[in-house]
């Protein structure tokens, strides 16, 4: 497996709040991205980053903001979390545009209550 | 931007059946087109991946065709097995000027009884 790594696993919190999740990866990756994953809806892209401090929104971006500081974290930060954002979050990884392939984290389990 | 649709969302099948799951696309300029299998409780994997230039791959039990002027691309997985049994998600690449950003369809779960 690639080497990508989710934190935390899992994470309660409540309304309001605000919650950063962290993607760590080690293969020197330039794609980094945050999937979010609920019954019904499949995978939905939230945002993604094409290089450091490089990034772009996704199908699913409002009320979710992401940053990238160095090539192998890709924060993604809930400013202020709601119940509607209870879900499984997936980090993914790719090495470039001629291998659009995604290796995907072990995934965060989020309950906002 | 683009848009995938994945039908059917479930699918009951018995072992050694052939099961087949079909996605529309919406977006004329993307170019790749990757299944994803996901177990219960596990992460998406990739299981077989086609690009526009491309009409059919295979890969032992698996193949994935697709349909350029029409949109549409499918997964064909034959003599089914129960470890065939997970939740498989379509995907098309909407590309941009920033490189390759996965959509996905909603996913169909693959049920394979013994």
């Known amino acids: 497996d690639a080497g990508i790594t989710q934190s935390p696993r899992h994470k309660v919190t409540e309304t309001g709040t605000p919650v950063t999740l962290r993607c760590h990866q080690t293969?020197?990756?330039?794609?980094m991205y945050w999937y979010r994953q609920d019954p019904g809806h499949g995978l939905r892209l939230i945002h993604y980053s094409y290089g450091v401090k490089d990034t772009d929104k996704g199908e699913v971006s409002d009320g979710y903001s992401v940053s990238r500081s160095k090539t192998e974290d890709f924060l993604l930060t809930l400013e202020s979390a709601t119940s509607s954002q209870t879900s499984v979050y997936f980090c993914?990884?790719?090495?470039?545009?001629?291998?659009?392939?995604?290796?995907f984290g072990s995934g965060t389990q989020l309950s906002v209550l | 931007g683009e848009n995938v649709e994945q039908h059917p969302s479930t699918l009951s099948v018995q072992e050694g059946d052939s099961a087949v799951i079909k996605c529309t696309y919406s977006d004329s300029a993307s170019n790749y087109f990757p299944w994803y299998k996901q177990e219960l409780g596990k992460r998406p994997q990739l299981i077989i991946d086609i690009r526009s230039n491309v009409g059919e791959k295979k890969d032992q039990r698996i193949a994935v065709t697709l349909n350029k002027t029409a949109k549409h691309f499918s997964l064909h997985i034959t003599e089914t097995q129960p470890e065939d049994s997970a939740v498989y998600f379509c995907?098309?690449?909407?590309?941009?000027?920033?490189?390759?950003?996965?959509?996905f369809g909603k996913g169909t779960t693959l049920s394979v009884s013994s």
């Open positions: 293969e020197n990756h330039r794609y």
């Open positions: 995907a098309a690449a909407g590309a941009n000027q920033a490189g390759t950003a996965l959509i």
């Open positions: 993914a990884i790719s090495d470039g545009r001629q291998n659009e392939k995604l290796f």
